[in-house]
């Protein structure tokens, strides 16, 4: 176990909907990245957070936003659902923003209706 | 839980036998390189790493080798184990400014018969 955690596990939303999925980090780190892995694909970059600035965001669009709090805990909020965002939603924490080890969370199964 | 390995090439090998997944790599910038295995219903699990100024590193029981001419990564699991089915990744780290992503391969389903 990484010590990455992730709230809820499973979720089901209906398209048009909003959702916001959860993540704590490893303890000391100030990091948090998230990933959307789509069934039977790789992880995608959606974006960064350090100490609780948005660091680099990969092609998601701006309904895809995010939360970093002081304890380092983060948020991925997503609006307007549509049914291609059903996925694995993966947070990953590591102690900085460089070319540090990224430790993964068990996910968010997110499926939209 | 959910099958992370639909669609993706599989690699099968009886237990015992030395394993050897490949990965080819898009960013000749690239200069670190993860293995990550992916179990159903989890998260990634890191493997091991390698960073572009080395050829080869070694973990218990994995190997990593890095070409940087042709750009491609390989992960060599010796006396493959039951335990070691699982989707593997391999993953280059893409640095803009001081934001890590990583960039997942495809991926390759390791199915080990007893």
């Known amino acids: 176990e990484t010590g990455v955690t992730q709230s809820p596990t499973h979720l089901i939303k209906t398209r048009g909907q909003q959702v916001t999925l959860r993540c704590s980090s490893q303890?000391?780190?100030?990091?948090v990245s998230w990933y959307q892995q789509a069934l039977g694909q790789g992880p995608q970059f959606i974006f960064q957070?350090?100490?609780?600035?948005?660091?680099g965001r990969g092609n998601f669009p701006p309904r895809f936003s995010g939360l970093q709090f002081p304890n380092y805990s983060s948020e991925l909020n997503v609006n307007a659902l549509e049914l291609d965002d059903s996925a694995l939603y993966l947070c990953?924490?590591?102690?900085?923003?460089?070319?540090?080890?990224?430790?993964f969370g068990p996910g968010t199964r997110l499926t939209v209706t | 839980g959910e099958s992370v390995g639909l669609h993706l090439p599989t690699l099968s090998v009886q237990e015992g036998d030395n394993s050897i997944i490949n990965c080819a790599y898009s960013?000749?910038?690239?200069?670190?390189f993860i293995w990550y295995k992916q179990e159903s219903g989890k998260g990634p699990q890191f493997i091991i790493d390698?960073?572009?100024?080395?050829d080869k590193r070694q973990g218990q029981r994995v190997t990593v080798l890095l070409n940087k001419t042709v750009k491609h990564l390989s992960l060599q699991i010796a006396a493959t184990q039951p335990g070691d089915s699982a989707v593997y990744f391999c993953?280059?780290?893409?640095?803009?400014?001081?934001?890590?992503?990583?960039?997942f391969g495809t991926g390759t389903l390791l199915a080990v018969q007893p």
């Open positions: 990953a924490s590591s102690l900085g923003g460089g070319d540090y080890e990224q430790y």
């Open positions: 303890s000391g780190h100030n990091t």
């Open positions: 957070y350090y100490r609780e600035e948005e660091n």
């Open positions: 960013n000749s910038a690239s200069d670190y």
């Open positions: 390698i960073r572009s100024n080395m």
């Open positions: 993953a280059e780290n893409i640095k803009g400014g001081a934001t890590n992503k990583l960039i």
